[in-house]
């Protein structure tokens, strides 16, 4: 069914950027709610960013480095990272709802159905 596959996490030194992408090969992603969390040892999942059919939000701290986007014609979402810092280092996830979008937005972990693997993000100082 819904398959969610994270790419793009790697290893980099404070101030510079990553994009992570994730790729829905179950459905047309553009049709439901998708979003990114992350985590870090000993701690439960934290978000990041969600965007539905209509527009998108971020995480109060993360607005205006952070930015959520997608290409509907390739299923694709993408989390384009800038001016990163230590404390962002974590394994984040893409997050998908089971359910057609709806004009509201979802930022707690137990509202959204399918989870991909997850991709490791270091940030060195």
């Known amino acids: 069914q819904v398959q969610l596959v994270e790419s793009g996490g790697g290893l980099v030194q404070a101030g510079e950027s990553l994009r992570l992408s994730c790729r829905d090969s179950?459905?047309?992603?553009?049709?439901?709610?998708m979003a990114w969390f992350r985590r870090v040892p000993g701690q439960g999942r934290e978000f990041v960013a969600t965007i539905n059919k209509y527009t998108y939000n971020h995480e109060d701290s993360l607005r205006g480095r952070f930015t959520i986007s997608r290409d509907n014609t390739k299923n694709m979402v993408y989390l384009q990272m800038n001016s990163l810092k230590p404390e962002d280092t974590a394994v984040y996830y893409c997050a998908a709802r089971g359910w057609s979008s709806d004009e509201a937005f979802y930022t707690r972990e137990f509202e959204y159905h399918y989870w991909g693997q997850g991709t490791q993000v270091t940030v060195s100082s």
């Open positions: 179950g459905r047309s992603s553009g049709t439901y709610t």
